[in-house]
């Protein structure tokens, strides 16, 4: 997880944050969305033709070694997962629970608001660098991935920007859906996730993760079946309305 330093007024902001109270000890309880079968979507991505300048890096210090692949219906990648908690604080989501937290995300939602980390799930992408941009392929604020580990599949939207090389990682909810350690400073894993993030795809509106699931199963069924949709190519999401200078755009 990168760190992160705030300004005066966001310090003020995370320290009003509510600690997390001790409980019981975590038990993973997974979920699997939609019908689509995580083999079927796994086999789909089994070859890499590469769409980043080189790799990517899991964590500072680590080897750039994860591409960014590309088909013409989606972009992927397979890495770990580190726990993103940054947006609006809540009980496990804050500056007590996550020494990096940051109470903003780079996108928001239709009200103005930052994202809920431990609300909606959530992954987010490298910053633009020369190594990959991801707007050069489609993937903006609000564009639905899937995203696999084990034989689990869970939605989520592109919410976050991160720093530049550095690949894998989503938000409290996407963690905890997929039974994997939700926990900031010790949970996530260090391999086995795939993100498969679906070009000029959009849930409508970003915090909806009903809209997630709907374009998200829509697209991963023509994405297992090796269908590419005329809509997608047109360049206007699917599942929403065409972006809006300064809405999805930046980032």
Not at 45 to 65: E, H, I, Q, W
Not at 111 to 119: C, K, N, Q, T
Request: charged content about 20%.
């Amino acid at each position: 997880m990168p760190v992160r330093y705030l300004a005066p007024a966001a310090a003020g902001l995370a320290l009003l944050a509510p600690a997390a109270s001790p409980g019981a000890p975590w038990e993973p309880v997974a979920r699997h969305e939609g019908s689509v079968r995580a083999a079927d979507l796994l086999a789909r991505v089994r070859d890499c033709a590469p769409v980043s300048r080189g790799g990517c890096r899991t964590d500072a210090g680590r080897p750039a070694s994860v591409p960014v692949c590309g088909t013409e219906e989606a972009v992927f990648w397979k890495a770990d997962m580190d726990i993103a908690c940054d947006g609006r604080p809540g009980t496990h989501c804050n500056s007590a629970t996550d020494p990096a937290f940051w109470p903003a995300t780079a996108f928001t939602q239709s009200d103005g608001r930052y994202l809920s980390a431990e609300d909606l799930p959530y992954i987010v992408v490298p910053g633009v660098s020369d190594i990959w941009n991801h707007r050069d392929h489609g993937v903006r604020g609000g564009a639905v991935a899937a995203v696999l580990y084990q034989d689990r599949v869970q939605y989520a939207v592109v919410g976050d920007v991160g720093p530049q090389e550095i690949i894998g990682e989503a938000s409290y909810a996407t963690a905890q859906a997929l039974g994997i350690h939700p926990d900031p400073r010790g949970g996530g894993v260090p391999s086995g996730v795939t993100y498969i993030v679906f070009r000029n795809s959009r849930a409508a509106p970003i915090e909806s993760h009903a809209s997630a699931v709907e374009v998200g199963e829509r697209l991963a069924l023509l994405f297992v079946r090796g269908e590419a949709d005329g809509v997608r190519r047109s360049g206007v999401p699917l599942g929403g309305q065409p972006f809006f200078r300064g809405e999805a755009e930046a980032g």
